[in-house]
C-alpha cells in the first residue's frame, strides 16, 4: 500500500469516526454514570469524557489477525 493509498484511507476512517465519536461522548455525559451538572466549566470533563469514548471506540478498529496483533504490540513502543 502506497502512503497516498494508506492517508486516504485514514482519512476516510477519520471522517467517520469523528460522527461516532461525538455520539459516544454524547451518550456518555447523558448516561448519569458521572455528575455532569456540577462539573466545572474547564476541559477536565470533557477530557474524561472523551478518554472513555475512544477507548469505547477503538475495538472498532482492532485488526483480528494474528498478523496485525503482532505489528499493534510492536507499534505501541513507537
Not at 16 to 23: M, S, V
Not at 38 to 66: C, R, S
Amino acid at each position: 500500500m502506497t502512503q497516498k493509498e494508506f492517508t486516504a484511507k485514514i482519512k476516510v476512517m477519520a471522517k467517520e469516526h469523528q460522527k461516532a465519536l461525538l455520539k459516544e461522548c454524547e451518550r456518555l455525559y447523558n448516561s448519569g454514570g458521572i455528575d455532569t451538572e456540577n462539573a466545572e466549566n474547564n476541559f477536565i470533563l470533557p477530557k474524561t469524557i472523551i478518554h472513555v469514548a475512544l477507548l469505547n471506540e477503538a475495538n472498532q478498529y482492532k485488526p483480528i489477525t494474528k498478523e496485525a496483533q503482532k505489528d499493534i504490540k510492536n507499534l505501541i513502543h513507537f
